[in-house]
């Protein structure tokens, strides 16, 4: 990663763990990583958490103290208003909320979330000062036909209008191959540098410069202890969204050590 933006660890505990389990998970998070709950200065590596809509509040408690930062799964298209069972980013940004996971694979195969309704739901982020986390990635034909740059440029293509107003530094772009995601199947530091490299020149070229140097770029898809400092040792990825190895504090840590380690050699 480059020294000039701060790396990033997102864990997305999708729809896991209940009241009981995160109560837990923050009282090992705060026996596993002390410096995040010390009344100092910042650690070197953001830490962030998105648990389900329904427990941001506690969350927000359970961390009030400490530099956890938390963030959303999801923000409604919508403003407030008459839309039952939505939740806005305004509510979202109320609850003390710094990031939100957009364009997630998992939202746009299963709940149908369209190019379209991607782009709204980062106007609403955006409105709110939340940091969107844009999520692109191509599925397992796709990168088994040499596609994979292609598709993930057109990917970019689709929120042209709405990213490149984004104020710089104000943006995160997660590459997650689905084929990658819950599967096992993690992607070569190799590929994952080079599509984080593709995604930052593409920002370089219909964005700006700077947009592309200050965007943090983190890889997704069964990241894990073993694997994780591969990913972050290369260039162009400065951190990670962590599915399934980010559901147990104790593995969430092991993580980060690793990190810092690697940041330190
Ligand atoms: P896994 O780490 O479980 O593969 O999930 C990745 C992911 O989708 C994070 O958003």
Known sequence: MAASRRPLLAANWKQNLLWQDIENYCEELRAELPEYFADSAEPPI???????????????????????????????????????????????????????????????????????????????????????????????????????????????????????????????????????????????????????ALVRSWFREHVSAEAAEAMPVLYGGSVKPANIADYFSQPDIDGALIGGASLEAASMAQMLRACMAGKES
């Open 46 to 196: 953001d830490l962030l958490v998105c648990p389900p809509l329904c427990y941001l509040g506690l969350l927000g408690a359970l961390l009030e103290d400490s530099h956890v930062l938390s963030g959303s799964q999801l923000v409604s298209t919508m403003g407030g208003g008459a839309y039952t069972g939505e939740v806005s980013a305004q509510m979202v940004a109320d609850l003390g909320c710094d990031y939100v996971i957009v364009g997630h694979s998992e939202r746009r195969g299963l709940f149908g979330d369209s190019e379209e309704s991607i782009t709204q739901r980062l106007s609403q982020a955006i409105e709110q000062d939340l940091v969107p986390i844009l999520c692109i990635g191509e599925d397992l034909e796709t990168r088994r036909s040499g596609r994979a740059g292609e598709y993930c440029r057109q990917q970019l293509e689709a929120q042209r209008g709405i990213i490149s107003g984004i104020e710089p530094g104000e943006l995160v772009l997660a590459y997650e191959p689905i084929w990658a995601i819950g599967t096992g199947e993690n992607a070569s530091r190799e590929d994952a540098q080079e599509m984080a």
